[in-house]
């Protein structure tokens, strides 16, 4: 255990002082009242702090709510209301916008806000200190001597999904049985491919399912586990040489970024030893994973599912290559079927709503939203509101549900359009939507991020897109913008681009 290290950046922990400490942890919540069910939500970056408080919870069968550190002051203090934990763990510079939004009778405990992200997201000094009056994690760890008694069967991370429409909703799961929690470690191993020895990167936010999940296997089998505070392209080549890391978890946006580096200096790093890099999260464009995978070699696996229900589809690199743009073929044990608006299944190779299941993972519900949960479910099967199509035997995406837009009465799927204009030269990231219109009932819009050194016009991007796709698919608004609202992990909030226009039509979707 003592040659196994944790890393924040570049500064190192061994991993058996991270457990020590949640251990320590463990004792101490369950001195502040907390029991077996209950909650303790986390409103920390990509920290020790954030293994240390994960592992204690699970040690009590508590279940932990990592928040979207991003949300605003209402939107935390909504996920605060709705869990009602018995403790919150928070850095202390994102304590200081939320202190009115804090619950009575919740307890806070404040983790003082490392160097590292203070650099990282420009931190001032004061803020990054607890209050006075505060509890300070450190020292409330100090008083506790280890956690000595068994273990309790251990809860998953409640995680609330992003929201896409209405208020996010907890996605609360049962305790696994002994025969699921055996199958599910399998599932990981299958999907993760983190095994003892293993050295890891985690450059997402830990408040995401995947990340999360991640973090888990990697504190339990790898040698070396390196967390980042913030994705920088060059950062994480260096990382990887520095490190030899081994396996890694990324999103199809930090592919994009790490080939627009030029190529002097992608270069500049050697990132041979790199086996197994899954990605999640959203479509990943087929010209930027092929292009990856010419720079890095056979190593890009790719896993489809959803925090309601956990990894249900895995491609290769090679079934990838032999199936360029699918997200492959279905894990151990997993079901789906394709349902079209009739309610029945679909023909393989037609489009409808994915409904899947994995029986490695406990069930679940929407906390406090009970009839949500019901209504998702189809013959014992679950959506997660996505939109695809199966061919030989594989899982292809066209879009969100909620994201397709039908115009003069074709379906359009803006995924498909946002996989060639992030292609399209000066445009650092984009987002494709539909708004109200008088004729075609709605039409499309394209929000695109500049990229600084060069400055596209709507006509080059309309002439890049009319080369590449239909005619009919080619947004006819182009907006610009200085940045889009996304989340760290790159995903972009395509709500708030989209609200404005439906609102100001009287409309709602």
């Not at 190192?12 to 369950?30: C, D, F, I, Q, Y």
Request: with cysteine; aromatic share 8%.
């Amino acid at each position: 255990m003592g040659s196994k290290t944790m890393f924040l950046d570049r500064r190192a922990v061994p991993v058996e002082t991270v457990l020590s400490n949640a251990s320590k942890a463990a004792r101490g919540l369950h001195i502040l009242g907390v029991s077996e069910g209950d909650t303790v939500a986390l409103l920390l970056r990509n920290d020790f702090s954030f293994v240390e408080a994960t592992q204690a919870v699970a040690l009590l069968g508590a279940y932990c709510v990592p928040i979207n550190w991003h949300g605003k002051p209402n939107e935390i203090q909504y996920i605060l209301n709705d869990a009602k934990p018995v403790v919150l763990v928070a850095h202390a510079d994102l304590l200081a916008p939320s202190r009115d939004a804090m619950p009575s009778g919740m307890r806070v405990l404040s983790v003082p806000t490392p160097p590292e992200i203070c650099a990282q997201f420009n931190v001032p000094a004061d803020l990054a200190r607890p209050a006075p009056g505060d509890v300070s994690w450190p020292d409330w760890l100090a008083q506790f001597e280890p956690w000595s008694e068994q273990a309790k069967r251990s809860r998953a991370t409640l995680i609330y999904t992003s929201g896409t429409t209405g208020h996010p909703k907890g996605v609360k799961r049962e305790p696994a049985t002994a025969e699921q929690a055996q199958a599910y470690a399998e599932l990981m191993r299958n999907v993760y491919g983190v095994v003892p020895g293993a050295r890891v990167l985690i450059g997402g936010p830990l408040y995401h399912a995947s990340p999360n999940a991640y973090l888990r296997q990697a504190v339990s089998q790898a040698d070396v586990v390196l967390l980042q505070s913030k994705f920088d392209p060059e950062e994480t080549l260096a990382a990887i040489e520095q490190h030899a890391i081994t396996h890694a978890v990324m999103v199809p946006t930090m592919f994009v970024r790490l080939m627009r580096l030029p190529e002097a200096v992608r270069e500049r790093y050697n990132i041979s030893s790199l086996r197994w890099v899954i990605h999640t999260g959203a479509p990943c464009a087929p010209d930027i994973k092929k292009a990856l995978m010419q720079w890095w070699g056979p190593v890009l696996y790719e896993t489809y599912g959803g925090t309601e229900v956990g990894a249900v589809m895995i491609s290769t690199p090679q079934d990838w290559l032999d199936h360029p743009g699918s997200v492959g073929q279905p894990t151990p044990g997993a079901r789906i079927a394709i349902y079209g608006d009739d309610g029945k299944q679909v023909a393989p190779g037609e489009v409808g709503e994915i409904y899947i299941r994995q029986p490695a993972l406990a069930d679940f519900t929407y906390l406090n939203q009970d009839d949500k949960r019901r209504a998702i479910e189809r013959d014992g099967l679950i959506s997660v509101g996505d939109i695809g199509y199966l061919k030989n035997g594989r899982l292809y995406l066209c879009d969100r549900r909620s994201d397709m837009v039908i115009s003069a009465g074709v379906n359009i799927y803006p995924a498909e359009i946002e996989s060639v204009l992030i292609q399209c030269p000066g445009v650092r990231d984009c987002a494709v939507f539909g708004i109200p219109d008088e004729e075609f009932g709605e039409t499309l819009v394209a929000a695109v991020e500049r990229a600084s050194d060069e400055a596209p016009s709507a006509l080059q991007v309309r002439e890049f897109l009319e080369a590449r796709i239909a005619k009919y698919k080619v947004p006819r608004r182009i907006d610009f913008h200085e940045t889009l609202p996304r989340e760290e992990s790159g995903k972009i909030f395509k709500r708030r681009l989209r609200d404005p226009f439906w609102n100001a039509a009287g409309r709602q979707i």
